[in-house]
Structure formats: C-alpha cells, structure tokens
C-alpha cells in the first residue's frame, strides 16, 4: 500500500520560513522523481519544485532562490524548505511521486501553507 505522510505546513508571517517534509512507504523511493505542487483557491494545481533519482532539481520561476528541494533515499522522505515565503505562497501544498516507466504516479494528502500578517 502507498502511503504518504506531509507534514510541516502551517500559518507563518511574509518573509518567514517553513520546511516541509513528505515520508513515503510501499514504493522503491529511490526510483522516483519526488515532486512538491501547490493549489491555491480557484487556480490550477502547479508543480513547485522536483528531484529526479540522481538528484537533479527543478524549480518554478516564481520559486526560484527562495525554495530548495532534497531527499534522503534512505529515510524515504522529501523535503521543502520555503525561505522568504509571501503572501502568493499561500495554498496546499501536494508531495507527488512519479516514475515513467512503467508509469506510476502518485499524489499525497496535502499540507496547508498560509503566508498573513
């Protein structure tokens, strides 16, 4: 059974800091492009940030210099460390699992970060 568990999400000021993290079990975690999304009220879900198996990352522009995604393969987990956050950074925030061949795709639960004064 695949499983996540996100965690770290909560209510902080502009321009503090979170970290978010994502334990997952029932899959070869090493074997999958970890992926951090976000859904705002009434827009489309966006992909944040990604670290493929060797570790390569990919970041949106409007994160870029401010988040910073890691793993540690050998905890399962995935993790996203939020710096500067502002007020546009408030959503739920979505830990995705994907790997191409043979396709799976998975999504955890969701952890909601709120940026207010």
């Known amino acids: 059974q695949v499983q996540f568990v996100e965690s770290g999400g909560g209510l902080v000021q502009p321009g503090g800091s979170l970290r978010l993290s994502c334990a997952a079990s029932?899959?070869?975690?090493?074997?999958?492009?970890m992926g951090w999304y976000r859904q705002a009220p009434g827009k489309q879900r966006e992909l944040v940030a990604a670290?493929?198996?060797?570790?390569?990352?990919d970041y949106a522009d409007s994160v870029k210099g401010r988040f910073t995604i890691s793993r540690d393969n050998a905890k399962n987990t995935v993790f996203l460390q939020l710096n500067s956050l502002k007020p546009e950074d408030t959503a739920v925030y979505y830990c995705?699992?994907?790997?191409?061949?043979?396709?799976?795709?998975?999504w955890g639960q969701g952890t909601q970060v709120t940026v207010s004064s």
């Open positions: 670290i493929t198996s060797d570790g390569s990352t």
């Open positions: 029932g899959i070869i975690f090493r074997t999958y492009t």
């Open positions: 995705n699992a994907l790997r191409p061949r043979p396709f799976q795709n998975y």
